[in-house]
């Protein structure tokens, strides 16, 4: 691996009641779980000594409050694309839930009604994207899961239904970068919790 190419962190935010209950958080703006604040402490420890040209955050608070208690709040830019999956009308449901009322659903396939489609949260990647690209140094990004699969994705080059392949978990942090030149986007780690083992 090149040293002088960027890497692009992504950090998930903390736990929060939905996370933990496993119910679709979109735009609902929950904060964080006691555990959730300690776990993003415990995220900025991991990122304390990492230096960053560009630091970016969803506005809702589960993500903005970790940033913040990873110690970046004061420095971070807010990016209302990096807001979570708009769940429509199955904001709050299980996937056990919305599976006993369509069987076939894929979140990463057919979005929800009422809400995003894959279309729609792959163009707001895409800006996000574009946003990093511009910027000369390594950056850290902080927002929700089903965003930062797509994010990951559409790094790669791929279609948005591949998010359904990349797994991920609250206050994790992955790398996103290049494989020997700008031409070959890769990543380099993902969904890495090691930080929290002391948690």
């Known amino acids: 691996m090149n040293p002088t190419l960027p890497i692009i962190y992504l950090a998930r935010h903390g736990e ?82 919305i599976v006993a009322r369509r069987p076939d659903w894929s979140l990463f396939r057919d979005g929800c009604p009422g809400g995003e489609s894959p279309a729609q949260i792959a163009a707001r990647a895409d800006a996000v994207i574009n946003r990093i690209r511009a910027v000369q140094g390594d950056v850290l990004v902080f927002s929700s899961g089903h965003f930062l699969r797509t994010l990951a994705v559409r790094w790669l080059g791929l279609e948005p239904v591949n998010g359904k392949f990349f797994l991920l978990n609250t206050t994790s942090v992955s790398e996103l970068s290049y494989e020997n030149d700008f031409s070959r986007p890769a990543i380099r780690l993902w969904n890495d919790t090691s930080h929290l083992i002391s948690g």
């Open 16 to 97: 929060t009641a939905w996370s933990k209950s496993g119910q679709h958080t979109g735009l609902t703006d929950l904060p964080l779980t006691e555990h959730g604040e300690q776990a993003a402490r415990l995220l900025g420890n991991r990122l304390r000594e990492s230096k960053f040209a560009k630091i970016f955050t969803s506005p809702l608070q589960r993500a903005a409050r970790t940033c913040d208690l990873a110690g970046f709040g004061a420095i971070a830019e807010t990016d209302p694309n990096l807001v979570e999956w708009d769940y429509g009308q199955y904001e709050g449901l299980t996937s056990p839930q």
